[in-house]
């Protein structure tokens, strides 16, 4: 092909050029790249097992975890980083691990933004430069280096300022609250806000640690003096806090992981150190303006609670927490809480636990960045439970940051308030070879053999560690299978306060606290567990890549059948087989 020219807005500045890695297909950076190496190791993408050191990788748009920009940031400054990103549609978790790179340790890499018109004509191209003119595609590299291109000018900020902010801004309130403020300002502009808010709380993801980068930004904050202005919760961290040691975690991890932890606790938050914020007593009322991090956490609370978030990235959680202060738009805004995109299912009969994750992962691939609302489901009396391991799934396969779900969740009592009294913009009816796909999809090993069951992905609530003590009663895990629970410091105090840890004890499960199986490796997943089981689309999406095990999907139920046998059934559930039966009259 002749060289193509297009032109796009510059997200991050810079010049790069390079192989073109081309993807119709969006990718999370947590759980989709290694950050130690630059492989793409999420197995169910296009691109798994290329590596996007030195290439420029060309994506629609980021997806799932928003640990995507500590990924980001780990590999500029390791340098296993991409070239350049080109993006169809702006992405705030990975440009923003690039401005955390370029104002805290004067490194970038270029995002350029062409829209999905201009990305279409990537496909098939082969190299790629990013300069002053915008981008270029060729057939062959690049003889001479692109020319130095300074990152774009910062304009005057189109965004309202109060007093406070610009006394913050100044640094009237010291280096980090100022460093914050900066970084909140270059990405409300992004966003194309022209005014902050208050909020009231905040939840931070940028405690897990992805390598050294995560702790260098958090140990420069708390050098800068860094206090928190709201309310703060952690997320998970990378190992059990308390019982790393006992565990077998090698110092490597745990010492480092464990002072990320503690660097946020000196911020002023509070060491709670779980996935699932609204189980806590801190969960925030419907229409309560609040700035969560943790990509199911974000979807739980604007789909399920009714309160307001965007899915902020890892990093930018923090810099709000210093300010109090967070971009008007998106899910904060009314207006942009209706869904576009309407689900249709088939009739279902006989659901059990393991249908709202499927559905989840299944529904989240549709939607993309378009907020849905799922009709079908009035009548199946979903749990709070049902709905928060549907939204996790659903956070690791779309971008989108809430969903709506006809006579379930808070703003869908109808349809019509659901689109805010507009027309949809997509209609799409799921069948029951899409669910058979997506069951496939997450039941990823052949072998029937089961070395581990990983249960709390997110983590587990009080009901389901006592369903899972009822299931274990009177019975015996087999001795060569390992079945680990993840639940919150909150929930595993209450769970020992119901007498719940004695039964789980005695079938032989462990309960960790403070970490979750998305940073969960050997030894506690065993080295001789060839497959494991779990009942979370979450990790039967994330567990191949992150630990490289095959998986088995199923029920909490078929889960404790699979640690007392060994063995995971291999058939239909119930649901899935009655959906077939009706869809082939």
Same mark, same amino acid.
């Given at each position: 092909?002749?060289?193509?020219?297009?032109?796009?807005?510059?997200?991050?500045?810079?010049?790069?050029?390079?192989?073109?890695?081309?993807?119709?297909?969006?990718?999370?950076f947590?759980?989709?790249?290694?950050p130690?190496?630059?492989?793409v190791?999420?197995?169910?993408?296009?691109?798994? !097992?290329?590596?996007?050191a !030195?290439r420029?990788?060309?994506?629609?748009?980021?997806?799932g975890?928003?640990?995507?920009? *500590?990924?980001?940031?780990?590999?500029?400054?390791?340098?296993h980083?991409?070239?350049?990103?080109?993006?169809?549609?702006?992405?705030?978790i990975l440009?923003? !691990?690039?401005l955390?790179?370029?104002?805290?340790?004067?490194?970038?890499?270029?995002?350029?933004?062409?829209?999905?018109?201009?990305?279409?004509?990537?496909?098939?191209?082969?190299?790629?430069?990013?300069?002053?003119?915008?981008?270029?595609?060729?057939?062959?590299?690049?003889?001479?280096?692109?020319p130095?291109?300074?990152p774009?000018?910062?304009?005057?900020?189109?965004?309202?300022?109060?007093?406070?902010?610009?006394?913050l801004?100044?640094?009237?309130? !010291?280096?980090?609250?100022?460093?914050g403020?900066?970084?909140?300002l270059?990405?409300?502009?992004?966003?194309?806000?022209?005014?902050?808010?208050?909020?009231?709380?905040?939840?931070?993801?940028?405690c897990?640690?992805?390598?050294?980068?995560?702790?260098?930004?958090a140990?420069?904050l708390?050098?800068?003096?860094?206090?928190?202005?709201?309310?703060?919760?952690?997320?998970s961290?990378?190992?059990?806090?308390?019982?790393?040691?006992?565990?077998?975690?090698?110092?490597?991890?745990?010492?480092?992981?464990?002072?990320?932890?503690?660097?946020?606790?000196?911020?002023?938050?509070?060491?709670?150190?779980?996935?699932?914020?609204?189980?806590?007593?801190?969960a925030?009322?419907?229409?309560?303006?609040?700035?969560?991090?943790? *990509?199911?956490?974000?979807?739980?609370?604007? *789909?399920v609670?009714?309160?307001r978030?965007?899915?902020?990235?890892?990093?930018?959680?923090?810099?709000?927490a210093?300010?109090?202060?967070a971009p008007?738009?998106?899910?904060?805004?009314?207006?942009?809480?209706?869904a576009?995109?309407?689900?249709?299912?088939?009739?279902?009969?006989?659901l059990?636990?393991?249908?709202?994750?499927?559905?989840?992962?299944?529904?989240?691939?549709?939607c993309g960045?378009?907020?849905?609302?799922?009709?079908?489901?009035?009548?199946a009396?979903?749990?709070?439970?049902?709905?928060?391991? $549907?939204?996790?799934?659903?956070?690791?396969?779309?971008?989108?940051?809430? $969903?709506h779900?006809?006579g379930?969740?808070?703003?869908a009592?109808?349809?019509?308030?659901?689109?805010?009294?507009?027309a949809?913009?997509?209609?799409?009816?799921?069948?029951?070879a899409?669910?058979?796909?997506?069951?496939?999809?997450?039941? *990823?090993?052949?072998?029937?053999? #089961?070395?581990?069951?990983?249960?709390?992905?997110?983590?587990f609530?009080?009901?389901?560690?006592?369903?899972?003590?009822s299931?274990?009663?009177?019975?015996?895990?087999?001795?060569? #299978?390992?079945l680990?629970?993840?639940?919150?410091r909150?929930?595993?105090?209450?769970?020992?306060?119901?007498?719940?840890?004695?039964?789980?004890?005695?079938?032989?499960v462990e #309960?960790?606290?403070?970490?979750?199986?998305?940073?969960?490796?050997?030894?506690?997943?065993p080295?001789?567990?060839r497959?494991?089981?779990?009942?979370?689309?979450k990790?039967?999406?994330?567990?191949?890549?992150?630990v490289?095990?095959?998986?088995?999907?199923?029920?909490?139920?078929?889960c404790?059948?699979?640690?007392?046998?060994?063995?995971?059934?291999?058939?239909?559930?119930?649901?899935?087989?009655?959906?077939?039966?009706?869809?082939n009259?």
């Amino acid at each position: 092909m002749p060289e193509v020219q297009l032109t796009g807005r510059r997200l991050a500045g810079g010049a790069a050029q390079g192989a073109l890695l081309h993807s119709d297909t969006g990718l999370s950076f947590w759980g989709g790249i290694d950050p130690a190496s630059g492989e793409v190791i999420d197995r169910h993408h296009p691109l798994s !097992g290329e590596i996007v050191a !030195g290439r420029v990788l060309a994506l629609p748009s980021g997806r799932g975890s928003c640990t995507g920009s *500590s990924v980001l940031l780990e590999l500029i400054l390791n340098g296993h980083a991409p070239a350049a990103l080109v993006l169809a549609e702006p992405d705030e978790i990975l440009t923003l !691990g690039v401005l955390i790179a370029e104002v805290v340790f004067d490194r970038s890499i270029p995002v350029l933004c062409v829209g999905h018109e201009a990305f279409a004509t990537l496909r098939g191209a082969r190299y790629a430069r990013i300069g002053e003119a915008g981008l270029t595609l060729a057939d062959t590299a690049f003889v001479d280096a692109p020319p130095p291109l300074a990152p774009p000018a910062a304009d005057a900020s189109t965004v309202r300022l109060t007093a406070a902010d610009r006394r913050l801004l100044e640094g009237g309130e !010291g280096r980090a609250a100022q460093v914050g403020m900066q970084i909140l300002l270059r990405m409300a502009e992004l966003q194309g806000a022209d005014e902050l808010i208050d909020i009231t709380q905040a939840h931070i993801d940028g405690c897990i640690y992805t390598g050294p980068a995560s702790l260098r930004f958090a140990r420069q904050l708390c050098d800068w003096g860094a206090r928190v202005k709201v309310p703060t919760t952690l997320n998970s961290i990378s190992v059990d806090q308390r019982r790393w040691r006992q565990l077998g975690i090698a110092p490597a991890l745990g010492e480092p992981a464990s002072a990320l932890g503690d660097a946020y606790v000196e911020m002023g938050a509070r060491p709670s150190f779980t996935c699932a914020p609204y189980l806590l007593d801190s969960a925030p009322a419907a229409g309560e303006q609040v700035v969560w991090a943790e *990509s199911n956490a974000v979807v739980y609370a604007n *789909s399920v609670l009714g309160a307001r978030t965007l899915k902020y990235p890892d990093f930018l959680d923090i810099c709000i927490a210093l300010t109090g202060r967070a971009p008007f738009t998106g899910c904060h805004r009314a207006e942009a809480r209706h869904a576009s995109m309407v689900i249709e299912l088939p009739p279902l009969a006989a659901l059990d636990d393991a249908f709202y994750p499927l559905l989840g992962h299944l529904a989240g691939a549709l939607c993309g960045s378009a907020i849905p609302v799922l009709c079908g489901l009035e009548a199946a009396a979903l749990t709070p439970d049902d709905l928060k391991a $549907f939204g996790a799934a659903f956070a690791t396969t779309s971008a989108t940051p809430m $969903f709506h779900i006809l006579g379930v969740t808070p703003e869908a009592p109808t349809l019509e308030r659901a689109l805010g009294g507009q027309a949809p913009q997509r209609r799409v009816t799921i069948d029951a070879a899409q669910l058979l796909a997506a069951w496939e999809e997450l039941n *990823s090993a052949e072998e029937p053999e #089961v070395g581990l069951v990983a249960l709390g992905n997110p983590h587990f609530s009080l009901t389901e560690l006592a369903r899972l003590a009822s299931l274990c009663r009177g019975r015996s895990r087999h001795p060569e #299978v390992a079945l680990v629970v993840t639940c919150g410091r909150e929930i595993h105090a209450q769970a020992r306060a119901a007498g719940l840890l004695e039964t789980l004890s005695a079938f032989g499960v462990e #309960v960790l606290t403070d970490t979750c199986w998305c940073m969960l490796t050997e030894p506690v997943v065993p080295t001789t567990a060839r497959t494991l089981m779990t009942n979370s689309g979450k990790y039967a999406h994330y567990a191949p890549g992150l630990v490289g095990r095959r998986v088995r999907f199923g029920s909490l139920a078929a889960c404790v059948e699979a640690a007392c046998s060994g063995r995971a059934d291999a058939g239909l559930p119930a649901w899935l087989a009655i959906a077939l039966q009706q869809g082939n009259r």
